[in-house]
């Protein structure tokens, strides 16, 4: 089984939608990010969460929000779905300094079509 | 902010030959440099990261060189083979937190048999 886990794999809606992306780890990591990948442009970051409590905005966080439920589960929302929201999104984690490796753990991907 | 740059953006390399990617950084603060890899249909995997005080870092086939005063960082991959054929993204950041860290566009690698 996957240490990341991303729920849907593949996701195609219509504009005005609400739409959740769910991602769980079991990795014992404090941890969470969300990432979206754009051809071109890279992988950008949209919210991270350093423990339950702790909610941060990234790169990109305009038209998102998250949900931090446990230490294991990071949820991705969009209020109202647009198409320029099509794109790959990455749930990851990483362990925090105090284990000092910084890796990012990936899980495989949602790709979310917004028509 | 850090501003990553990252060429080429695709790369066709004969099996058996050496591949290069090259990105520069804008921050010279920056002190930490992932190389991450992405198969197809997979999400990126971490295969080398090296940081400000070292100027090379090996791994068996893969090796990463930073150049602190150019602000540049080069990934080389030596005896390529097919499976090495993927997605590569570099990346940089000043204060060895993820929340930093700033990719580059992406290089897609392939092997030709």
């Known amino acids: 089984d996957a240490d990341v886990t991303q729920t849907p794999r593949n996701r195609i809606t219509k504009t005005g939608k609400r739409i959740m992306l769910e991602c769980s780890q079991t990795k014992g990591h404090d941890r969470m990010y969300w990432y979206r990948q754009d051809p071109g442009l890279g992988l950008r970051l949209i919210y991270y969460s350093f423990d339950v409590k702790d909610i941060n905005k990234g790169e990109i966080s305009d038209g998102y929000s998250v949900s931090r439920q446990a230490q294991a589960k990071f949820s991705l929302s969009l209020e109202s779905a647009i198409p320029n929201q099509t794109a790959l999104y990455f749930c990851a984690t990483s362990g925090g300094p105090e284990l000092d490796t910084g890796e990012l753990f990936f899980g495989e991907g949602s790709r979310l079509t917004v028509l | 902010g850090e501003n990553v740059e990252q060429h080429p953006s695709t790369l066709s390399v004969q099996e058996g030959d050496s591949a290069v990617i090259k990105c520069t950084y804008s921050?010279?603060?920056?002190?930490?440099f992932p190389w991450y890899k992405q198969e197809l249909g997979k999400g990126p995997q971490l295969i080398i990261d090296?940081?400000?005080?070292?100027g090379e870092k090996k791994d068996q086939r893969i090796a990463v060189t930073l150049n602190k005063t150019a602000k540049h960082f080069s990934l080389h991959i030596t005896e390529t083979q097919p499976e090495d054929s993927a997605v590569y993204f570099c990346a940089g950041t000043s204060n060895f937190g993820n929340e930093k860290l700033t990719f580059g566009t992406g290089t897609r690698l392939t092997i030709i048999p």
């Open positions: 921050d010279s603060a920056s002190n930490y």
């Open positions: 090296i940081r400000s005080n070292v």
